[in-house]
């Protein structure tokens, strides 16, 4: 366990120089592993949560670790040369990305979905999202804005999950999707909280649009078995969320996510952003956007505890 100070940073780190075999990345993983599997996620969002492994490392030798090692001990990705391990994968985390996945590609046919794409954010800079959207047949872009190493378009939507992996952590990358280099629209963060004495556990839905006046604002759903712990709310509000707009389970007198198509639980995905630049348009089918039912995604949760 890492002895941590009241100072949170955003990072801790665990390399102390920039020659760094494969072999001593992986034993530096499992070391990260074991930090963040323990981290507590109970109550609040504290940092830090994500361990630096290694500085000074291309993309092409990332690519290279990423795909020779399949099973690494935590999930990475690449910030400005930076491996940062930030999440350990467990079961809930994996069931979330793929129920959406699947009610996204029940509803239009039009849209092909993408476990982990790699997505390129910088030259430097790589994340590999839990899941991805994009409109069928969407034209290959410019050199300079493929989101991946084979030239692909980028996703018109990302969906991350965190399970250990903190709510700051799944916010900070709102800035990476929807940087100048990216063509994403929607970015759909979940955070999923540890499970409580009682048995209940707090889950939050965030959904940022880039075609928002404040694009860094998300809209925001809590829709777990359990209410958000007090901290949660006031770092929304830290980062310019009404508190009027903190809406859901244990918020201004909801209802509980106990069924399917409660209307405070379902978190309309507008077709314009879905669809956006599809050489055919929106299908007439879907010009009102997809209903995501936070109750689906609750229900997955709870299955897979």
């Given amino acids: 366990m890492y002895s941590l100070s009241s100072n949170y940073e955003p990072y801790i780190s665990l390399t102390q120089n920039t020659m760094i075999t494969k072999a001593q990345i992986i034993a530096r993983l499992h070391t990260a592993r074991n930090y963040l599997a323990a981290f507590p996620q109970e109550g609040d969002d504290k940092e830090p949560e994500e361990v630096i492994i290694a500085e000074k490392i291309s993309l092409e030798r990332y690519i290279r670790l990423r795909t020779s090692e399949r099973n690494l001990p935590a999930s990475i990705r690449l910030v400005d040369g ?76 990302v969906i991350e999950v965190g399970y250990s992996e903190s709510f700051p952590s799944l916010h900070r ?68 969320v009404l508190d009027a707009s903190i809406t859901g389970v244990g918020r201004h007198g909801a209802p509980a996510c106990d069924a399917a198509g409660i209307p405070i639980y379902q978190l309309n995905l507008p077709a314009a952003e879905l669809f956006n630049g599809a050489p055919a348009g929106i299908p007439a089918a879907a010009v009102a956007g997809f209903n995501l039912d936070l109750w689906d995604l609750q229900t997955a949760i709870q299955n897979a505890s």
């Fill in 82 to 157: 930076r491996i940062i391990a930030y999440e350990v994968s467990r079961r809930p985390h994996g069931v979330v990305a793929s129920e959406i996945l699947y009610l996204v590609r029940s509803w239009s046919g039009e849209l092909l979905t993408m476990s982990e794409p790699d997505i390129i954010i910088t030259p430097n800079s790589m994340n590999v999202a839990d899941g991805g959207i994009v409109p069928n047949r969407l034209p290959r872009p410019p050199v300079a804005q493929q989101c991946d190493m084979d030239g692909a378009p980028y996703p018109t939507m």
């Fill in 173 to 240: 990358l709102a800035a990476d999707y929807f940087s100048a280099r990216t063509s994403i629209q929607l970015y759909l963060a979940i955070k999923i909280y540890s499970r409580r004495p009682a048995g209940t556990r707090a889950m939050l839905a965030a959904l940022y649009r880039r075609t928002c006046p404040a694009p860094m604002v998300p809209i925001v759903k809590s829709f777990g078995t359990a209410s958000l712990s007090d901290s949660v709310p006031v770092y929304l509000r830290g980062i310019g």
